[in-house]
C-alpha cells in the first residue's frame, strides 16, 4: 500500500508540473533525481513516469532517455470533444431551467472572484488559482446534479487540454472568461438548449487561439500525431 501511495503521490505530482509548464515538453526527466526530491524510492517514481509515458504525457525512449511529451495536438481536439459533449448533456437536460437564485448566486461569485484575482498581477499562485476558479464553475454543473465525481474524473482524463490551457492565461482568451462564464450561466437560466451548447462550445472552442500563439513562439512543443 505504501508502494502504491508513493507512486499516486508522484504521478499527481509530475503530471502537476507538466500540466502548469514547469516541467515544459522537452524536459529531461531524471527517475532517480526525482525520487530523491520526493522522498521516495526509485520504484514508485518509474512506475509513475510509467503511467505518464501512457498517458502520452511523458516519453520513454531507451537510447535518448525520457523527456516530456510534447502536447499532441489530435489528441487534445479528442479530449475537449469529449469534454463538450458530456457538458453539454449535463447542463442541457440535467440543469437548464432548474438553477435556483442561490446556486445562481454561487455561480456569480465565481465569476466575480475570476474577474477579481483576474485583474491582479500581483496575487501569488495567481495561474494555479485562476485554473482552480475556472474548473469550479464547471465542476458546480456535475455537483448540482450529484455528478461530482463524474467532473473529477474527466478531467483527470484530460492531459492534453489541460496543458494548453496554462498558455491561455497570457492571451486574449483569458480575458474572455468572465463573459463566456456569464452567458454560459444566462443560456441555463433563461436560454434554449441551442442558447447553452453556442455557449458552451464558444467558451470551450477558445483554446485555440492559445494554440495558434503558443505555437509561434514554441513550435517543438507541438505535435499533430
Excluded at 61 to 82: C, D, W, Y
Amino acid at each position: 500500500m505504501a508502494s502504491l501511495s508513493a507512486r499516486e503521490m508522484a504521478y499527481q505530482t509530475l503530471r502537476s508540473r507538466i500540466i502548469t509548464m514547469e516541467l515544459k515538453p522537452g524536459d529531461p526527466l531524471n527517475d532517480r533525481e526525482l525520487a530523491e526530491e520526493l522522498g521516495i524510492s526509485r520504484t514508485p517514481m518509474r512506475e509513475a513516469l510509467l503511467m505518464l509515458n501512457l498517458a502520452r504525457m511523458v516519453d520513454i525512449k531507451p537510447q535518448s532517455g525520457t523527456h516530456v511529451a510534447p502536447i499532441n495536438l489530435r489528441l487534445m481536439e479528442m479530449e475537449q470533444f469529449a469534454r463538450f459533449t458530456l457538458e453539454k448533456e449535463i447542463l442541457n437536460h440535467r440543469l437548464r431551467g432548474h438553477v435556483t437564485p442561490q446556486q445562481e448566486a454561487e455561480y456569480r461569485r465565481n465569476i466575480e472572484d475570476y474577474r477579481v484575482l483576474e485583474a491582479d498581477l500581483t496575487q501569488p499562485d495567481r495561474p494555479t488559482r485562476l485554473l482552480e476558479l475556472d474548473n469550479a464553475f464547471h465542476r458546480r454543473s456535475f455537483e448540482l446534479i450529484g455528478m461530482a465525481a463524474h467532473y473529477d474524473y474527466m478531467l483527470a482524463s484530460l492531459q492534453h487540454v489541460e496543458r494548453i490551457r496554462k498558455f491561455s492565461l497570457q492571451t486574449e482568451e483569458n480575458k474572455s472568461v468572465c463573459a463566456t462564464h456569464t452567458a454560459i450561466l444566462e443560456a441555463l437560466l433563461h436560454g434554449s438548449p441551442d442558447d447553452v451548447s453556442e455557449a458552451l462550445e464558444s467558451h470551450l472552442s477558445r483554446y485555440k487561439q492559445s494554440v495558434a500563439q503558443a505555437r509561434s513562439i514554441h513550435p517543438e512543443y507541438f505535435i499533430d500525431e
